[in-house]
Structures are given as C-alpha cells and as structure tokens.
C-alpha cells in the first residue's frame, strides 16, 4: 500500500485532514488517523437558529468521510460512523445508517500496541466498501 501526498485544511475552529489512499492490487487498504469526535454546527449560526426552531438539535456524530474511486467502478461517497457515539441514531443530518457504523475493537494488550508501533491504547475498525460497475450509456 502506498500513502499519497495527503494536504490540510484549516477551518475556522478545527482542522479536516485530507489524505489519498491507495490500495494494494487486492483492493485492501490500511489507513491510521486520530478517532474523530463529534462536533456541533456553530453556536449562534443561522443553522443552529433553524435547527432549534424546528425543535432539533445541530450535533453530527463522530464520523469519517471516504471517497472511493476506481476505474471502471462508479464514484463512491460515503462516510463510516464511530459506534458508541451519543448521536449516533440522532444525526441531524441524517447520514447515520446500521451498515455504516463498524464496530470499533478497543486494544489495551501491551504486546498488540507495541506491534502496532504506537505507545498507547487504540482502536481498530474493520470496514469493506463496495463499489459498483460503471454501466455504458
């Protein structure tokens, strides 16, 4: 597996990292990232004023975005939500389905962290994508 140039994009109040990953020639891919959180649309924006009008609330589950492209294959935009989260099955956005939220395994074992050549405990998620067939026409 090989990591593309990856860049960063600085928003107002937090930072969205972007990064392009490769697949080895069986389509397995590995990827190692912060677990995200959750995170709430500005307080005191136009959106959380209309969210609270409607009587809901402005908060996203944590969540990752992928975007999965391969010739011959239809684009994919999808996003994996991060079980446990308090919002998970209350997303305003409603991108939260039971497919998309894999299973995250806790690792505490000192050998395993070790070998994974970090220096604390982490979490593993297993996630396959499945992409479509371009059709002609």
Same mark, same amino acid.
């Given at each position: 597996?090989?990591?593309?140039?990856?860049?960063?994009? $600085?928003?107002?109040? @937090?930072?969205?990292?972007?990064? *392009?990953?490769?697949? &080895? /020639?069986?389509?397995?891919?590995?990827?190692?990232?912060?677990?995200? /959180?959750?995170?709430?649309?500005?307080?005191? /924006?136009?959106?959380?004023?209309?969210?609270? =009008?409607?009587? *809901?609330?402005?908060?996203?589950?944590?969540?990752?975005?992928? %975007?999965? =492209? =391969?010739?011959?294959? $239809?684009?994919?935009?999808?996003?994996?939500?991060?079980?446990?989260?308090?919002?998970?099955? &209350?997303?305003?956005? %409603?991108?939260? *389905?039971?497919?998309?939220?894999? $299973? =995250?395994?806790?690792?505490? &074992? #000192?050998?395993?962290?070790?070998?994974?050549?970090?220096?604390?405990?982490?979490?593993?998620? @297993?996630? &396959? %994508?499945?992409?479509?067939?371009?059709? #002609?026409?």
């Amino acid at each position: 597996m090989t990591l593309g140039a990856g860049g960063l994009l $600085r928003l107002k109040n @937090h930072v969205a990292v972007r990064r *392009r990953i490769e697949t &080895d /020639s069986e389509g397995r891919y590995r990827i190692r990232s912060i677990m995200p /959180s959750g995170y709430a649309c500005p307080p005191g /924006s136009q959106t959380e004023k209309l969210l609270k =009008a409607m009587g *809901r609330h402005g908060n996203r589950p944590a969540h990752v975005h992928f %975007f999965v =492209a =391969a010739p011959g294959y $239809r684009k994919l935009t999808t996003q994996i939500n991060i079980d446990g989260d308090k919002y998970l099955h &209350d997303d305003f956005a %409603f991108g939260t *389905r039971d497919e998309l939220i894999p $299973r =995250a395994e806790r690792v505490t &074992d #000192a050998r395993e962290i070790h070998q994974a050549g970090l220096n604390k405990p982490f979490a593993r998620i @297993h996630f &396959d %994508f499945t992409v479509i067939k371009e059709v #002609a026409g």
